[in-house]
C-alpha cells in the first residue's frame, strides 16, 4: 500500500559526500517509522538510520557522526546526507517504511559505489 522510490546513488570518491532521497506515497506522518537499509556484496541486509513520526533518530555505530536522516514532510520525502564516505560505505541503499512491527514497505534500492 505504501510505494517508496529511492534517488540519489551514484559514484563517489573517498571523503566525498552523497544525498540519498526516498519518495513515499503516503503522508509519512501516517507511518510509524521510515529508515534506510543497505547490503554490501556478499553480506546481510544491515540497518543505517531510521527516524520515527515522532522525531526519533537511530544510527548505526559505523555511520554515527558521518550520515544524518532526515524528512521533508511537504514532499513526503526522508533523506540520507552521507558525508565522509568510505569504500566500505559501498552498497545497495534501501529505503523503507514501517507500518508496524510486521507490515513493511520497501523500495527497490539505488547503488552506492565509494571508490577511488
Given at each position: 500500500q505504501v510505494r517508496l522510490v529511492e534517488s540519489g546513488g551514484g559514484?563517489?570518491?573517498?571523503?566525498g559526500s552523497l544525498r540519498l532521497s526516498c519518495a513515499a506515497?503516503?503522508?509519512?506522518f501516517s507511518i510509524n517509522a521510515m529508515g534506510w537499509?543497505?547490503?554490501?556484496p556478499?553480506?546481510?541486509?544491515e540497518l543505517v538510520a531510521t527516524l520515527t513520526s515522532g522525531g526519533t533518530t537511530n544510527y548505526a555505530d559505523s555511520v554515527k557522526g558521518r550520515f544524518t536522516i532526515s524528512r521533508d514532510n511537504?514532499?513526503?520525502?526522508?533523506?540520507l546526507q552521507m558525508n565522509s564516505l568510505k569504500p566500505e560505505d559501498t552498497a545497495i541503499y534501501y529505503c523503507k517504511?514501517?507500518?508496524?512491527?510486521?507490515?513493511?514497505y520497501w523500495g527497490?534500492?539505488?547503488q552506492v559505489t565509494v571508490s577511488s
Open positions: 559514484l563517489v570518491q573517498p571523503g506515497s503516503e503522508n509519512i537499509y543497505r547490503r554490501a556478499g553480506k546481510e541486509r511537504a514532499k513526503n520525502t526522508v533523506n517504511a514501517a507500518i508496524t512491527t510486521q507490515i513493511n527497490r534500492g539505488t
